[in-house]
């Protein structure tokens, strides 16, 4: 076994694989980039070394930065985790140039999988049945756009050597065809330094399983039980379990047996994934081979039993697997959601920002990895996935009410976020049911995407007393002074007080007259009477309006509120003067709606545009992301070119008031 292993990625992955190699008496050696300079992955770690500045392709894809840090920290190993440099077969070829074990397959078998149109060739040989489309050479744009047509609109357009939703589209019409083809070789060639791609014939409401092998040197290779990952938005995955449910063991063991088979093909080593389209007939296709370890692995780990990143290291190491496939059983059921920094009510548009709160308890059978800590950046440079939450039981039912309750104790603030989202997800019948597909969200979509959890008045109440609240009172000993309640205090006339209060995005002014030890309230037509105590912790405040009471988990500071419901954040403000807004409600200011790179602007000052029309083209969190007209217009000024790094908020193109 190795003594010193170097973890070439960041994060939630670098922990990971971290803890395992701690528990086996593995030093390890962390890698960051400027950006990352104190992350957890960073201090968990024995040593670490910088890379360079945030962006990725100047830090974690610099391959020889990467092995020069291992050669002079003394790694004999570079495990490289997940995401960035794992199925690069150039990457394994440096380690093993270096006289550095690669943790994962040979550079042969990344090469012969790792591009999904040589895993299809190889698949097509083995006789697995494949999705029609075309995965060839021929990259030119007309080419292509001739496959289109002959595979049958709609088609999948997907990076060939990509992975985790990144340079993918889904072309519904031919008038999409090349807009979404540049996007994704865009994408592409930004995550992965490769911008060639294969078509497939999409598939309506197809399931989404993956079948996770175990192979060693000596040969040996079994499966260690299928996942559905069919919860998913812009192709990439939400929610996982394992086993995949309603599904027959025959086709279990088919799937299971043709992931074998692959792997022992390519003389595979290591932990991978095959990846299976399954239709409503219970037929499965082959789509493609992750040469990997998966973000959704734990859901394996926690039927099985094994420590997936320790078999990588044992068979990196050169021991063979110790079980065979008879003996693997799986036991109960495991289920995974991603956390993700984002906005579902948004598109599901990635959030930056400073984790004011940062809390995921680990609650009976629930299970939680993570890279962050309250104080932590999530950085436009990187994924948005904060941490993955992930509950085991001996049912599914009893894994989803595990699974349920842990996200409702979820303490997030600073970032908008999908804990709210995933708890609807688990609610809601059909996926209890088990009815999973692609397209479950869409499906779902208005059940998906609730109201506020609680009536807008009551938040503007809790949100107005508190911010009554004097800053002295945390210091003041006198139990009984006036300044340890929540309630404001005054000698003699009872004046009204007039709070303004920002609940997204709109401010609504709050009239509050004490009376006694409550308030009389009025908010617009409504009128009553409230009042504001601290609950049993100081993190509870109960509020009290027209005789019902209600508790809320917050967190406050000057001036603002954050409130959590349900897994949902919700963030108050009291706005004064100094917080006024311009906004002459026109609409014709188009502004950033995250830190991010401009990619490309389609338009001059000038121009009329459509509603629709793509203005600009921005990147950030390794997406694409298109500014559209909202409305007719003509273009009045551009504020930005391609190439400028913008930050949220940042006004970039303006539309003429007077023709908009």
């Keep these: 076994m190795f003594s010193k292993i170097l973890i070439a990625n960041r994060g939630e992955i670098s922990c990971r694989v971290t803890r395992t190699a701690h528990r086996l008496g593995i030093k390890t050696v962390a890698v960051y980039s400027d950006a990352d300079a104190n992350a957890l992955h960073v201090q968990l770690a024995d040593e670490a070394v910088r890379l360079g500045p945030a962006p990725s392709r100047e830090s974690?894809?610099?391959i020889d930065r990467i092995i020069a840090a291992a050669k002079a920290t003394g790694a004999q190993a570079i495990h490289p985790g997940y995401g960035f440099l794992s199925e690069?077969?150039?990457?394994a070829q440096a380690c093993r140039d270096a006289g550095l074990v690669f943790i994962g397959p040979s550079p042969e078998s990344i090469t012969a999988m790792g591009s999904k149109s040589g895993a299809k060739t190889l698949m097509q040989i083995a006789g697995v049945p494949l999705i029609p489309g075309y995965h060839g050479d021929n990259q030119d744009d007309d080419f292509l756009l001739a496959q289109a047509r002959d595979i049958g609109f709609p088609v999948l357009l997907k990076a060939s050597a990509g992975g985790g939703g990144k340079g993918m589209r889904a072309v519904h019409e031919e008038k999409e065809f090349f807009e979404a083809l540049h996007a994704a070789q865009r994408e592409s060639a930004s995550s992965f330094n490769d911008d060639r791609m294969l078509i497939e014939k999409l598939l309506v409401e197809p399931r989404h399983v993956e079948v996770q092998v175990l192979a060693d040197r000596q040969g040996n290779a079994v499966y260690v039980f299928d996942r559905d990952c069919s919860i998913q938005r812009r192709h990439q995955k939400v929610v996982e379990e394992a086993p995949a449910p309603g599904l027959g063991d025959e086709l279990r063991r088919a799937?299971?047996?043709?992931?074998?088979?692959?792997?022992?093909?390519?003389?595979?080593e290591g932990a991978g994934t095959l990846e299976f389209l399954v239709d409503k007939h219970g037929k499965f296709f082959f789509m493609e081979m992750n040469t990997r370890?998966?973000?959704?692995?734990p859901v394996s780990e926690l039927i099985s039993g094994l420590d997936l990143v320790e078999q990588q290291l044992r068979v990196a190491s050169g021991e063979a697997l110790p079980f065979n496939q008879d003996s693997l059983k799986p036991k109960g059921h495991a289920i995974e959601v991603r956390l993700y920094a984002e906005d579902p009510a948004s598109g599901f548009l990635p959030s930056t920002g400073s984790l004011r709160k940062f809390d995921i308890p680990?609650?009976?059978g629930v299970r939680v990895d993570t890279g962050y800590r309250c104080g932590d950046a999530v950085s436009v440079y990187y994924d948005p996935m904060m941490a993955k939450v992930i509950?085991?039981?001996e049912t599914r039912e009893q894994a989803i009410a595990r699974l349920h309750a842990g996200l409702l104790q979820v303490r997030i603030a600073g970032v908008k976020h999908n804990t709210g989202f995933l708890t609807q997800v688990l609610a809601h019948p059909a996926f209890k049911a088990g009815q999973l597909n692609t397209h479950f969200i869409e499906s779902h979509h208005s059940e998906l995407f609730p109201a506020l959890p609680v009536e807008e008045k009551k938040l503007l109440?809790?949100?107005a007393l508190s911010f009554l609240k004097k800053p002295e009172t945390v210091q003041s000993a006198d139990a009984g002074s006036p300044w340890n309640k929540l309630l404001?205090?005054?000698?003699?006339?009872a004046d009204p007080v007039t709070l303004r209060v920002a609940l997204h995005d709109a401010v609504t002014e709050v009239f509050l007259t004490p009376q006694g030890t409550a308030y009389a309230y009025r908010i617009g037509d409504a009128t009553g009477i409230c009042s504001l105590a601290v609950g049993s912790k100081d993190s509870i405040l109960a509020l009290t309006c027209d005789g019902q009471q209600q508790s809320f988990a917050v967190t406050a500071e000057s001036g603002r509120l954050d409130v959590f419901i349900n897994g949902q954040h919700i963030e108050l403000l009291r706005i004064t003067n100094a917080h006024a807004g311009n906004d002459d409600g026109n609409g014709l200011h188009y502004n950033a709606p995250m830190n991010g790179r401009i990619v490309s602007v389609s338009v001059k000052a000038g121009d009329t545009v459509k509603e629709g029309d793509t203005l600009l083209v921005m990147e950030a969190m390794k997406m694409e992301h298109r500014i559209r007209a909202h409305g007719d217009g003509t273009v009045a000024a551009i504020d930005v070119a391609a190439g400028d790094l913008v930050n949220e908020g940042q006004t970039l193109i303006e539309l003429d008031k007077e023709t908009a």
């Excluded at 370890?293 to 692995?297: P, R, T």
């Design 60 to 62: 974690y894809l610099c």
């Design 88 to 91: 690069n077969a150039g990457f």
């Design 255 to 268: 799937m299971g047996e043709a992931a074998v088979r692959a792997a022992k093909a390519i003389s595979y």
């Design 293 to 297: 370890l998966q973000v959704e692995h």
């Design 362 to 364: 680990c609650t009976d």
């Design 391 to 393: 509950a085991w039981g």
């Design 461 to 463: 109440l809790l949100a």
């Design 488 to 493: 404001s205090f005054r000698v003699g006339a």
